[in-house]
């Protein structure tokens, strides 16, 4: 039972940690945009 919620916790963690990275890297792809406009 434990280890199951471990499973998730660190399932869901991971899931927020790639959206911010995909967040983060469209930002910069923006202000690249941005730039070259």
Do not use: H, P
């Amino acid at each position: 039972d434990k280890v199951y919620m471990m499973r998730s916790e660190w399932k869901r963690d991971m899931l927020f940690e790639g959206r911010q990275e995909v967040n983060s890297l469209m930002r910069l792809e923006k202000k690249d945009v941005n730039m070259k406009l």
